[in-house]
């Protein structure tokens, strides 16, 4: 017992004559070892240390923004666009527990962030302190790895677990780290050399490629899903559908990576799709998903041959019933399968489609227009200019609700443009701060963001964060003074919409008067004019466009049950004294 106590104590106090640094040293060298280039956050004093190390060194520079939900946004955006770790930080207790709603949305979207959350003096911990809270717990849920640094000897060893943890997993960890501990110093070594982000190939066996061949050459009618897991595999992809005779359908997050030079496209499909791409699924012989974890389940057939291919083991079969499930690489496994498909003759399917889907994008086209004096605008008209105006190159980010059905339907991606949002957590107030995380990221690129009031002015502190670090974000509004999707949501649901109202400032003005370029526009006539304005500017700008706020987003397909509560809501709005909602409803979207 004596033995194993000296070994437990020895472990714990290291030579004195070793070179000493202190843990916020440790932690700042161990982060620019990884790559980090710069630490988004609101500083508080439990930070001090960190600051402080990081002031004296050149390699990673601090992001000050007004919310740290902002923070967490922002560093999410970089490690989407780029791929590579990025970090956020909060100060004690209320400080990085604003963390946490973007940080449940970067580790749903598998992006690789780090938090930093600060904690009270570690003598403190357990005692009901001030503004003590224990990320270490709370934070478990949307992380990968959630640890509290105790004591200084823990450094750099539980930083290092946790970058490679996110890295690795793609997705979040946490390390929490009391103000007192960051002060105090600990043995130091050099980072380890593991903590740069690697690409394995993962490629399913050579059995399993000959069973899903052998299963795709004996298919008729195929239709391929494609989501976000096809990122770099858009040549292979093009050819399968070639082989195939197959129209591909694109999740949401596979958009970016799959819909330009695509002459198989057949559109979306879910709740903001287009009805070629939910029959293209729905009347499949077999479906074949590629990289994707498409979760609404009514959107799958209920007869076809189903076959998953993914990355992640775990999404295999959890949104439908499969008859085979594949862990590979959508790449390397399509390379593998290519020379053994025996291609389809029969292109009947993929005509239907592609055709079909080319009516739709002709319709919605005709959708997106504007006369002169004919107010308000039509939300399409703007998304569709803004499309039109942007840089080849453009980034662009989108809040939840209508703005993500204007960027889903009207934004060209074309290889080169990136679209992010919070698709998978469905937050609110998301597109300003990933703006600043793009922007910061990439100065030289034009960002855009698509933003809804609403939205916007959740977090609209953060319009100072542009001013303050000089970023040329370009922010169009999408004003209909209304929380609108969910507003159409009870419309579909036979309910009188209530609390959606929204009475909202000029946010032209508001701009101007924090230092932005305000362009106000409620007339389709200045729309383009303002678009170039705000496009040529050179510093932040917001465009805030008066839309009309009865435009109907119709889904792919109506359900019996829409239907009914559509016409419900259409009664009881008359009953109530309302009827004159039905006849906007009914004047905007049959008269263009």
Known sequence: MQIGRKAANFAFNPDPDMTQKSV?????ETLAAAGVKRIYGVVGDSLN?????????????????????????????????????????????????????????CHRSRVPVLAIAAQIPSNEIGSGYFQETHPDQLFRDCSHYCELVSQPAQMPRVLEIAIQAAVSKSGVSVVAIPGDIALKKTTYRKPSASLRQVHPVLCPCEAEIKELADL????????????????????????????LKAPIVCALRGREHIQYDNPYDAGLTGLIGFSSGYHAIKEAETLLMLGTDFPYTQFYPEKATIIQIDRRGENLGRRTRLD????????????????????????EHLKRFTGDYATVRTQMNDLAVGHPGRTPIHPQYVAKTVDELAGDDAIFSCDVGTPTIWAARYLTMNGKRR????????SMANALPQAIGAQTEFPKRQ???????????????????????????????????????????????????????????NFAELAKSVGLLGLRVEDPADLQPAVVEAFRHDGPALLDVVVNRTELAMPPT???????????????AVLNGKGDEVLDLAVTNLLR
């Open 324 to 347: 085979l499930g594949l862990i590979g690489d959508i790449k390397a496994t399509l390379r593998a399968l290519l020379p053994r498909l025996t291609g389809q003759q029969d292109d």
């Open 49 to 105: 240390g960190m600051l402080e190390a990081l002031r004296t060194q050149k390699e990673i520079e601090w992001i000050g923004v007004r919310h740290e939900e902002t923070a967490a946004f922002a560093a999410g955006a970089q490690a989407h666009l780029t791929g590579e770790l990025a970090v956020c930080a909060g100060s004690c207790g209320p400080g990085n527990m604003h963390l946490i709603n973007g940080l449940y949305d």
């Open 216 to 243: 795709l050459n004996q298919s008729g009618k195929i239709t391929i899903l494609g989501g976000a897991g096809c990122a770099g595999s858009h040549d292979e992809l093009m050819e399968l559908a070639g082989r």
């Open 419 to 426: 679209l992010i949002g919070s698709f998978n957590h469905g």
């Open 24 to 28: 916020a040293d440790i932690l700042v």
């Open 447 to 505: 960002v855009i963001t698509f933003s809804g009031d609403g939205g916007l002015s959740m977090l609209l502190g953060d319009l100072l964060s542009l001013r303050q670090h000089k970023l040329p974000v370009k922010i169009v509004v999408f004003n209909n003074g209304a929380l609108g999707f969910v507003e159409l949501e009870m419309k579909a649901a036979g309910i009188l919409a209530g609390g959606t109202d929204l009475v909202n400032p």
């Open 558 to 572: 109506i359900h019996l049950e829409q239907a009914v509560g559509f016409n419900l809501w259409a009664l009881k």
